[in-house]
């Protein structure tokens, strides 16, 4: 009995959206996770001579990738809507053309067997809970700071002059608090207030001097609003890292993978909105303000770059949430550079990530300075440039029409990672393509940001495709 075999990884939008548009057409599917069964992405290379995500078989023909399989299928929808027969549907069409044809007998397309490498982690992490007693009623950080954020008062004020953006003046805030609590004077709602603002779930807005909480008119914020633009903000982590930071990384990773599973919609694509008002959402929220703690100082070459790299394509999926996707060039240029997270008692940029950090505090393009100054303290924290790795750019850079190989990056395998990476990048027609009767070859702009010994790489790739066309 015939059928389709996808290869796919885990956390891969393209192949989200896949395995959505066949399920919505109630067509069944094989998938071979190879984030599951890494052995099995040699048998992926050999068949399809392809490295990206998903790659599609009807038996054992190959379809190529998400783009090329979501479009035969909305050929299939469109010629059956306009041949009009009887009770023919997607799944008909399948199981006329695939599932009644014999096969696959490649073996190489039969379903893996025995455990998987890498097990499912679990979604709740062990820690302790601070407790917060008001009124006879107790709360967790993420129950008191939801309900904060929900019920308190929140505009744009003016002072002196300035405006100051969701803020509150402390006699609101007094009495939003009496009233959410059902606290029974206005000093009980006082003293709660004064209290929140020691434990850092409320800040002053301190641009003329820090002042306490009060039944006054100074200016506070919640603490997620007063620095909108470093996204692990939500709440101040007061727990020691116990677990390996990359390991944070990962168990972060796989929660906001989930969170976006649970709102894809039948085309796979995820709505953004809805996941904002999912309880996962305000979970992940606080649980990445762990990464607050995590220090950079004293991790070696290696453990940092594997850092970073998962730090800085976690924090982009994130970000877009949170932030919005920036639509013009201006819009993406201020993301990057201020859009931010906090590490470590330092504030990074997604630029500082990439430039700062892995790039050993080299100038971006277009740039005359670097991220780092002479007096910058982070500058200490920045990659030793005889580490640096030019293939890290197409670890941080998805494609357009495909996912990467790799999701998350690890110490001990990094160098085979970053490989994996590299080729997958150079195999997209988007990226590198090759004009067979001019010689004339096209890449991709981010080639200017990577070292000169990248040529050599590149080099090999044209000399392995005139050989082998």
């Not at 696959?104 to 007693?133: S, W």
């Not at 308190?152 to 959410?180: C, K, N, Q």
Request: glycine letters at 6%.
């Amino acid at each position: 009995m015939g059928r389709i075999t996808i290869f796919s990884i885990e956390e891969c939008s393209f192949c989200r959206r896949l395995k959505a548009a066949l399920t919505a057409r109630a067509i069944p599917y094989t998938d071979i996770n190879i984030s599951h069964y890494p052995q099995k992405r040699a048998d992926m290379l050999s068949l399809t001579d392809r490295l990206t995500v998903p790659q599609v078989f009807f038996n054992e023909e190959h379809v190529g990738g998400a783009e090329e399989t979501l479009e035969l299928l909305k050929k299939w929808d469109e010629e059956i809507a306009r041949d009009g027969k009887p009770n023919e549907t997607p799944y008909t069409r399948y199981v006329d053309q695939i599932e009644s044809v014999a096969g696959p007998y490649d073996t190489r397309l039969a379903p893996p067997t025995g455990p998987p490498a890498i097990q499912n982690m679990h979604l709740t992490i062990t820690r302790p809970k601070e407790i917060i007693e008001i009124n006879g009623k107790h709360y967790t950080t993420l129950q008191l700071m939801k309900e904060l954020v929900l019920k308190m008062p929140r505009e744009d004020l003016s002072s002196w002059g300035v405006v100051y953006y969701d803020v509150f003046r402390g006699t609101d805030a007094v009495t939003a608090l009496r009233d959410i609590f059902q606290l029974n004077t206005r000093e009980e709602a006082t003293q709660l207030g004064m209290k929140l603002q020691r434990k850092e779930y409320i800040k002053h807005e301190a641009s003329k001097g820090d002042h306490t909480f009060g039944d006054n008119r100074f200016l506070f914020r919640l603490r997620p609003f007063h620095t909108p633009n470093v996204l692990n903000s939500f709440c101040a982590w007061k727990h020691p890292v116990e677990n390996e930071p990359i390991n944070v990384l990962f168990d972060l990773n796989k929660l906001w993978g989930k969170l976006e599973a649970r709102h894809v919609n039948k085309e796979g694509l995820v709505d953004h909105t809805a996941i904002r008002r999912d309880d996962y959402y305000w979970k992940f929220e606080e649980d990445v303000c762990e990464v607050q703690n995590i220090e950079l100082k004293g991790m070696g070459g290696k453990t940092k770059i594997a850092f970073v790299l998962n730090l800085y394509n976690l924090m982009i999926r994130y970000g877009f949430i949170k932030m919005g996707i920036p639509a013009t060039d201006r819009n993406r240029h201020a993301f990057f550079e201020q859009v931010s997270v906090l590490v470590g008692g330092h504030v990074f940029s997604f630029n500082d990530l990439e430039h700062g950090m892995l790039r050993a505090n080299a100038r971006p393009p277009y740039r005359i300075a670097r991220p780092f100054s002479v007096m910058d303290e982070r500058r200490h924290l920045a990659l030793d440039p005889s580490l640096v790795d030019c293939r890290i750019h197409f670890g941080l850079n998805c494609g357009a029409k495909s996912c990467p190989p790799v999701k998350k990056y690890t110490v001990e395998a990094l160098d085979e990672e970053l490989r994996l990476a590299a080729m997958a990048f150079c195999e997209q027609e988007e990226n590198v393509s090759i004009d067979d009767s001019s010689g004339v070859v096209r890449l991709s702009k981010i080639f200017l940001l990577v070292h000169v010994r990248l040529w050599y790489v590149l080099k090999v790739i044209i000399v392995h495709h005139f050989v082998n066309c």
